[in-house]
């Protein structure tokens, strides 16, 4: 008895990577993006094909059209380019020189102390009014 392994599908042990097929094997991630890129490029081709020569346009087609389509297909440790971006910007955002803070655990408790206190004190103070 010989199995057939033309018959059988390969499933990712990773689930997560899994994406839905929407138009022509792409996902709608895929799709909006490269309709902006469409959207994006091919005026730039007509306007520059016609002021200048076809090179021009071609050259401003893949400059226009070029980062919204790699934004799509781009993923990297389960991260898009516009998240990556994102983080990068935090990271650089942030200062350079971290200096170590901790908080005190003795002196929270003796605020906590200080605070019920002073509670205290004015709840009676009320009363007696």
Known sequence: MTQHNEHFVKIPKDLAEINQKFIAGLTKRQVICFGIGILLGFPAFFIFNNLIDLQAGCLALAIMAGPPVFCGFYKKNGLYLEQKIKLMFAFLKKPKVRTYQSENAFEMIERNIEYRK????????EIKK
Request: proline letters at 0%; aromatic letters at 0%.
């Open 118 to 125: 002073l509670k205290k004190m004015l709840s009676q103070s």
